[in-house]
Every structure is written in C-alpha cells, then in structure tokens.
Nanobody, 125 residues
Framework: QVQLVESGGGLVQAGVSLRLFCAAS????????LGWFRQAPGKEREFVAG????????AYADSVKGRFTISRVNAEKTVYLQMNSLKPEDTAVYYC??????????????????WGQGTQVTVSS
C-alpha cells in the first residue's frame, strides 16, 4: 500500500519555473514506478512524465519534453517534477501516481494503482 501527497503547486506567470513534490509512504518505495499526470478543466487526465522505481528510466509527454524533468530520491521517498518555461496551457491539477515496477515506466492512467489528491498549478499569461 502506498499513499501519495503532492505539494508545490501555485499561481505563477508564464516563463517561470515551479517544482512539484510527491511524498510517499510505504516500505518499498524503490519498487514502485511513479508518474505525474495532469487534468485541465474540461479535459481528460493526461500523462506528463514517468520514472522507473530505480530512477534509471524516464519518459515524457511531447508537450513537456525539454521543459519538465522528473526525478526521485528513494531514500527520501519523494518524486519531483521540475517544470521550467511554464506556459498557460500547463495550467491543470497535477497528480502523482504509483504502481509496482522497478525497471520500467508507464504512460497510461490504468497502469497505476495509487493516486495522490492533486495540486493545482495555474500559469498566467
């Protein structure tokens, strides 16, 4: 069982950076692949970034590639999403998700078993 708590969201202007945090509980954090998803008003939840349990493999949505970086510190049971050059279209509720998977990453919502409550990111133009 894994519990996830996101933080770090806020209201920022376009072009700036923001770092999201996802703190996890549970004994075997390194055995879980983690992902960040987002959901904008009136839109479906979409994949943003994923990272394997070991941290050795990552994946990104095309819309954020080159601007966002996912990372994790297993000893701290925390996964991060560094978001640079933010755009108004990045405005959404950002969710952290987890599933078992030490060496792979996952892109689909249904791949994940555990979800956080979300943190709001609003980017003004």
């Amino acid at each position: 069982q894994v519990q996830l708590v996101e933080s770090g969201g806020g209201l920022v202007q376009a072009g700036v950076s923001l770092r999201l945090f996802c703190a996890a509980s549970g004994r075997t954090f390194s055995s879980y692949a983690l992902g960040w998803f987002r959901q904008a008003p009136g839109k479906e939840r979409e994949f943003v970034a994923g990272i394997s349990g070991s941290g050795g493999s990552t994946a990104y949505a095309d819309s954020v590639k080159g601007r966002f970086t996912i990372s994790r510190v297993n000893a701290e049971k925390t996964v991060y999403l560094q978001m640079n050059s933010l755009k108004p279209e990045d405005t959404a509720v950002y969710y952290c998700a987890a599933r078992t998977g030490k060496y792979g990453y996952y892109r689909k919502i249904n791949d994940y078993n555990y979800w956080g409550q979300g943190t709001q990111v609003t980017v003004s133009s």
